[in-house]
T-cell receptor, first 112, second 115 residues
């Protein structure tokens, strides 16, 4: 099955700086790559996703990049704010599959 | 209006007991899931049901038995609870559209503590 690795496991940045979280996946059939944010004590929620037919997608301060050849994808958060502090999960899924394989999570702390 | 709701939110019980967690979604989705999140925050899929039929059953002890009475409900029953079962259990749902499966909507989680 799919194996998704995520780095770093923890990340601290100063408010206003950028944060980058990286993931790699093993299954070349994977073509859907969402990112979920989980605030303390809350449920994971989708913040952005990318499909394999594009290399980059942006939504305000958040962007994702995908390199299918190298099988890695990244989340970029610019101008970080304290409310960005949370655990972020990357995930991968193959076409027609139901199973979403999650990375191990990155705890992001934005220091005011 | 809660999209995916699960009960109870907290469950504290003794080893060896049997317990159930219920989940309901009002999004009209075809597929429902159970995920387990351990103390290290790893999110691991346990089961997936599509229109009441089991389609994914990851390596989970057979003490865990899911039941889907209809496509809006997916319950999780756990027999003979063990200390290692302590975790947060998340129910989720998604809608398939052709070969694409959409966003996962998670419930609020049920924190199970086994003493």
């Amino acid at each position: 099955g799919e194996n998704v690795e995520q780095h770093p496991s923890t990340l601290s940045v100063q408010e206003g700086d950028s944060a980058v979280i990286k993931c790699t996946y093993s299954d070349s059939a994977s073509n859907y790559f969402p990112w979920y944010k989980q605030e303390l004590g809350k449920r994971p929620q989708l913040i952005i996703d990318i499909r394999s037919n594009v290399g980059e997608k942006k939504d305000q301060r958040i962007a994702v990049t995908l390199n299918k050849t190298a099988k890695h994808f990244s989340l970029h958060i610019t101008e970080t704010q304290p409310e960005d502090s949370a655990v972020y999960f990357c995930a991968a899924r193959a076409t027609g599959a139901n199973n979403l394989f999650f990375g191990t999570g990155t705890r992001l702390t934005v220091i005011p | 209006d809660t999209a995916v709701s699960q009960t109870p939110k907290y469950l504290v019980t003794q080893m060896g007991n049997d317990k159930s967690i219920k989940c309901e979604q009002n999004l009209g989705h075809d597929t429902m899931y159970w995920y387990k999140q351990d103390s290290k925050k790893f999110l691991k899929i346990m089961f997936s049901y599509n229109n009441k039929e089991l389609i994914i059953n990851e390596t989970v002890p057979n003490r865990f038995s899911p039941k889907s009475p209809d496509k809006a409900h997916l319950n999780l029953h756990i027999n003979s609870l063990e200390l290692g079962d302590s975790a947060v259990y998340f129910c989720a749902s998604s809608q398939a559209s052709g070969s694409l499966t959409g966003e996962l909507f998670f419930g609020e989680g049920s924190r199970l503590t086994v003493l």
